[in-house]
């Protein structure tokens, strides 16, 4: 029951990322789309239709930036918990590989604790790092985008990591499969 519940909440999150990871390629599509455009409408290759586009909207986006950045670290910490529950992080067993598989266990065991401290050390410390952007009231040069927003997504993202990696430490530690 816990277990497909970690299973359900992991990939969620990681739908949730690809979602606004979609959402972002779709938005500098439309901005750089818009600025090449606006570039033409006013280089005379488009003479006359310049205000006519502008009147539309149509144009860069102002601080696409800083929305995918914001965005972009959204999606990396929604990725976290289904990489770590699935074992898919990148391995390089090249010293691992012929010691067998009580030696292979006792290494994946190492590693999924030694990643459960990480992963809730980071989100204690972004976690801080937001208390601090809402402290001093931090927003973005162009669009002034509170940066705590994007703080908090990736938040919410971190705890859901530190969840499922705690998850996966403590049923590698006890012995039981993860999926």
């Keep these: 029951m816990l277990q497909a519940a970690i299973q359900k ?11 606004v990871l979609c959402l972002l390629v779709i938005m500098v599509c439309v901005s750089v789309s818009g600025r090449e455009l606006s570039d033409l409408a006013y280089s005379g290759l488009l003479r006359g ?5 502008i009147d539309l909207g149509i144009g860069p986006i102002l601080g696409d930036f800083e929305l995918v950045e914001a965005g972009v670290a959204f999606a990396i910490f929604a990725f976290l918990p289904l990489t770590q ?3 898919a992080h990148a391995k ?6 012929g010691m067998g598989a009580k030696a ?14 990480v992963i809730v050390l980071i989100t204690l410390r972004l976690f801080v790092g937001m208390q601090d952007k809402m402290r001093y009231g931090e927003t973005t040069y162009l669009i002034q985008f509170p940066i705590w927003w994007a703080y908090a997504a990736s938040l919410v993202a971190a705890l859901t990591a530190s ?3 705690i998850y996966c430490a403590a049923m590698r530690l006890t012995g039981q499969r993860i999926l």
């Design 92 to 97: 390089v067993d090249v010293f691992s590989k």
């Design 85 to 87: 529950l699935t074992g």
């Design 163 to 165: 969840v499922v990696s």
């Design 104 to 117: 292979d266990r006792a290494l994946g065991t190492f590693w999924s604790v030694v990643m459960a401290v």
């Design 9 to 19: 909440l992991a990939q969620f999150m990681a739908l949730l990322g690809g979602v």
């Design 49 to 53: 239709i310049g205000d006519w586009l």
